[in-house]
C-alpha cells in the first residue's frame, strides 16, 4: 500500500491506506499468497461486492490516541482491516485476518493509566467491523486470528437506526487466539453457525474475555458453533457469551447444538426470544457439531477456494 514510500504520519497513511470500493465490484486474490499489508479495505455506502482470498495484516495506526476515560486510560486507534458501512449485499470470504507479525506484545510501553500501569502503545483497532445500518453481509470460511477487538457490529449505544438493520451471518469460521468481540454486537440481526473458536484465558498476549458480545437489543442466533477455551468450564456459556456493557440491558441470544470444551453450552444468561427467525430458503451448510472442526480447519482462509 505504500508504494514503497512508508507511511509519514497519521494523515499521509489515512490517505494512502485506504482501498475503496465501488458498487458491484469483485476482488479475489488469485493463489494461496494474495496479501494486503497495512493497508484496509472500506466498503461504505455501495451496493453488492464480494472480496475473497486475501491475506490482511490489520493495519497498525502510526499515531494513537490516548483516551483518559475508556476505563483507566487507554490508546485508541483508527482503521479496521475491512470496514462495511451502511453497504448492503456484501459477501467476505476465505478471508484471513491477523495483527502478525506485528502482534500486541511487540508494541512499545507508554503512558500510565490512572491505576499507574503503564498501557502499550495500542496501534491496532478492529479487523472486521460492520456498522451504520449495513444489511445482508455474510463473513464465511474466513480465519480471525491474534487480536483483540476482533469484529464489532454496531459501532455505538446511541446509534438507534441501527435497529431493524445489521443482518449479518457468521457461517464457518476459525477465531483462533482472539481476545474478544467475535463479534460483540449491538441492535443487529446476527445468525452464527458451524464457526470453532479456540485460545485460552491465560494466553500472554490475546487472553481471551468473551466470544459473542451481546451487547444492546442484539438479537443473535447460534447454531452449532464449537469453543475450546482453555480456562474456561466445560458447558459454560457466560465463559463465551456476554454482555460487554454491563450498564446497558443485555441483548437476546438464542443457541442450539453449541458446545463449550466438549460439553453443551447451558447457563446463558441471555434473553432467547431473539423476534426474528431464519428466512425460508436461507442457505448454510448446516453441519451437525461434530463436524464442524473439522470442517472449519480444513476450508477456513486463503488458498482454500
Request: some cysteine.
Amino acid at each position: 500500500m505504500t508504494e514503497g514510500k512508508p507511511y509519514t504520519n497519521h494523515d499521509d497513511q489515512k490517505n494512502r491506506g485506504e482501498t475503496k470500493l465501488q458498487p458491484n465490484t469483485t476482488i479475489i486474490g488469485v493463489g494461496s499468497n494474495a496479501y494486503l499489508p497495512n493497508g484496509w479495505f472500506m466498503i461504505r455506502k455501495v451496493d453488492n461486492v464480494i472480496i475473497r482470498n486475501i491475506k490482511v495484516t490489520n493495519p497498525c495506526d502510526l499515531e494513537p490516541e490516548w483516551d483518559s476515560n475508556d476505563g483507566p486510560g487507554n490508546y485508541n486507534s483508527e482503521w479496521d482491516g475491512l470496514t462495511v458501512d451502511g453497504a448492503t449485499h456484501v459477501w467476505i470470504d476465505h478471508m484471513s485476518f491477523t495483527d502478525a507479525p506485528l502482534t500486541d506484545d511487540k508494541l512499545p510501553l507508554g503512558k500510565k493509566d490512572k491505576n499507574g500501569v503503564a498501557k502499550r502503545v495500542q496501534c491496532h483497532d478492529g479487523a472486521l467491523d460492520v456498522k451504520n445500518a449495513s444489511d445482508y453481509v455474510t463473513v464465511s470460511n474466513t480465519v480471525f486470528e491474534k487480536h483483540d477487538k476482533n469484529d464489532l457490529i454496531g459501532q455505538s449505544d446511541s446509534n438507534t437506526s441501527d435497529e431493524g438493520h445489521q443482518t449479518i451471518s457468521f457461517v464457518g469460521n476459525l477465531f483462533r487466539d482472539i481476545g474478544q468481540r467475535a463479534p460483540r454486537v449491538r441492535f443487529g440481526m446476527v445468525h452464527a453457525a458451524n464457526n470453532y473458536y479456540v485460545g485460552s484465558k491465560s494466553d500472554p498476549t490475546y487472553p481471551h474475555l468473551y466470544s459473542i458480545g451481546t451487547g444492546l437489543r442484539s438479537k443473535i442466533i447460534s447454531d452449532n458453533n464449537v469453543f475450546e477455551i482453555t480456562g474456561a468450564a466445560a458447558c459454560s456459556c457466560t465463559a463465551v457469551v456476554k454482555n460487554p456493557n454491563t450498564d446497558n440491558p443485555e441483548g437476546n441470544f438464542k443457541d442450539t447444538g453449541s458446545i463449550v470444551n466438549g460439553t453443551t453450552l447451558t447457563g446463558c444468561t441471555a434473553p432467547t426470544a431473539v423476534g426474528w427467525s431464519l428466512p425460508s430458503g436461507y442457505p448454510y451448510p448446516k453441519l451437525a457439531t461434530s463436524q464442524v472442526k473439522a470442517a472449519v480447519l480444513a476450508n477456513a482462509g486463503t488458498g482454500k477456494i
